[in-house]
């Protein structure tokens, strides 16, 4: 997906619900944001497992545009390489 896109996503959204709950599914809650016209949402990394479950979600809903903020690392640069390397194993 390109940058283009993600950002018309979210302009035209208005509006991006942050997933932070281990007990909802992320697909499924994406899916309900999709039946109410909201194609994106923030996944933050205070959840478990949180690169297993934005790949689960790009593998399901490669159209939906999903991002995570990073907190309290000490190398940013490195935690993006990482969580890159880990999304881009999902085709």
Known sequence: MDIETVLNTLLRDGF??????DK????????????AGIGNMEV???????LEKLARLR???PA???GSAIF???D???TIAAM??????VA
């Open 59 to 61: 593998q399901e809903l």
């Open 76 to 78: 940013y640069k490195a």
């Open 64 to 66: 939906f545009v999903a």
């Open 44 to 50: 933050t990394c205070r959840i478990s497992k949180p």
């Open 84 to 89: 890159r390397a880990a999304l881009a194993t």
């Open 16 to 21: 991006i619900l942050v997933f932070n709950q």
């Open 72 to 74: 309290g690392t000490r």
């Open 24 to 35: 909802l599914d992320i697909v499924k809650t994406a899916e309900a944001l999709l039946a």
